[in-house]
């Protein structure tokens, strides 16, 4: 019964701003509907040019929804604990204090060499920040 008070409660919970996202689409849909009614009434040239997609739709229900639950259960929350994630060290990355590139010093004195899986929290230091470079490939 536990998991589904907690399904529950987080379905409370994200309904209200499930609902007002509705709301709006739902605005504005009627705002671009009554505008193309005008147009048409007036007999602009404009009138027929381009398709109008609404907004408020199943799959865009859906879509939201979904965006409301991975948020709801989302693994980081704020003044938590941080999640300690797998990492893999890879070639060419953070170098340790005697220049071989195939080891990285840790603040625990551990060593890991590259491809080597480890914890993201291996690398924290209470004398520094912990930031994280996670690359780009553009």
Do not use: H
């Amino acid at each position: 019964m536990g998991m589904a008070s907690e399904d529950l409660l987080v379905t409370l919970q994200i309904l209200p701003g499930f609902f007002s996202n509705c709301i709006f689409l739902a605005l504005y849909d009627s705002v671009v509907l009554v505008k193309r009614a005008v147009s048409l009434l007036s007999r602009s040239r404009s009138a027929g040019s381009g398709e109008w997609r609404r907004m408020l739709t199943s799959a865009g229900l859906r879509s939201i929804w979904n965006s409301f639950l991975l948020d709801a259960y989302k693994q980081v929350k704020l003044g938590c604990e941080a999640p300690n994630s797998k990492v893999v060290k890879v070639p060419n990355g953070l170098r340790s204090s005697n220049n071989n590139s195939n080891v990285t010093t840790l603040p625990t004195g551990a060593r890991i060499r590259n491809g080597d899986e480890c914890r993201l929290l291996d690398f924290e230091s209470s004398d520094r920040p912990l930031v994280v470079n996670f690359g780009s490939a553009t």
